[in-house]
């Protein structure tokens, strides 16, 4: 049998297979600088970056559930200047694409953070991670059409790398945002960011997390991530990167056969630091054991 094809493509980017791992997971990654196996990734999708710098949410930060893991770390990083400074030269010697992922608490902050990245340069892909609040309303950005769609578009027409946005499970109907962020010239969506929370300690009578709710990932909510990429792929043209409790291959297969183009490992990095290798390793082993040639002649392909 002839070489496998693994690569995929988000817009004008190319990637040389379909194995990213999740934001917020890797962490900055200085420790994996001069491992020769993360150049075996796809992509790298380093933690989200906001305009100024945070410093995250009080503790407890994370807790452990049942097949998964609540966290509420806030968004800890050093900031647009500080990450374009300090951490985007390490992640270029890695020699892998970058998705920046990058999030604004205002329509402006958006504007701001995309022309910074775009000025700095030296990434694939812009992804807006839409898990914010539409400023003077109590819901998300990924929870309001309206607001996806206006920012999508506005940031569409500074950035010149393809943009993609990461969408929030906590709505109605998740197609109905993602159908808005394609319409604002989307190239691609990021499906699914954590479920919202909660784990109360009975002895003390009070939330776990310091931040009261957090954000449920892993195993757990791996069939639901998997039934809204299948819904959302349904209804939209453009590629999706999935995630939700991928820790093999066989979940990473589930994503693609639903639909996704791409999938990003998360949770899985604090147990297992090899599993998105593993992943990706177990995907070639599949595509030659049932002799596929090439990796978008799964996407989809299961159908009601």
Known sequence: MSEINLSVKIGKAKFKNPVTVASGTFGHAEKYYD??????????????????????????????????????????????????????????????????????????????I???????????????????PNVGHKSLVAQDPKATYRIVKMVKKIADVPVIAKLAPNVTD????????????????????????????????????????????????????????????QKVRIPIIAM????TAQDALQFILAGATMVAVGTMNFVNPRAPLDVLHGIEDYMKRHKIKTIKSLRGKVKR
């Open 174 to 233: 998740i197609t109905v945002i993602a159908r808005a962020a394609e319409d604002a010239g989307a190239d691609g969506l990021s499906l699914i960011n954590t479920f919202t929370g909660m784990v109360i300690d009975v002895e003390k009578q009070k939330s776990v997390l310091g931040n009261f709710t957090g954000g449920l990932s892993g195993p757990a909510i791996r069939p639901l991530a998997v039934n809204l990429v299948y819904q959302t792929a």
């Open 114 to 132: 995309a022309r910074k990245f775009t000025d700095a340069g030296g990434f694939a892909a812009l992804e807006l991670n839409l898990s914010c």
């Open 35 to 112: 491992l020769e196996e993360v150049k075996k990734l796809g992509a790298i999708t380093p933690k989200t970056v906001t305009l100024p710098a945070q410093e995250g949410n009080p503790p407890v930060r994370i807790v452990e559930t049942p097949s998964g893991m609540l966290n509420a770390i806030g968004i800890e990083n050093p900031g647009a200047d500080g990450f374009i400074e300090q951490k985007l030269p390490g992640f270029q010697k890695i020699g892998v694409p970058l998705i920046i992922s990058v999030l604004g608490h205002s329509d402006k902050e958006f504007q701001t």
């Open 244 to 247: 939700g409790g991928i820790a």
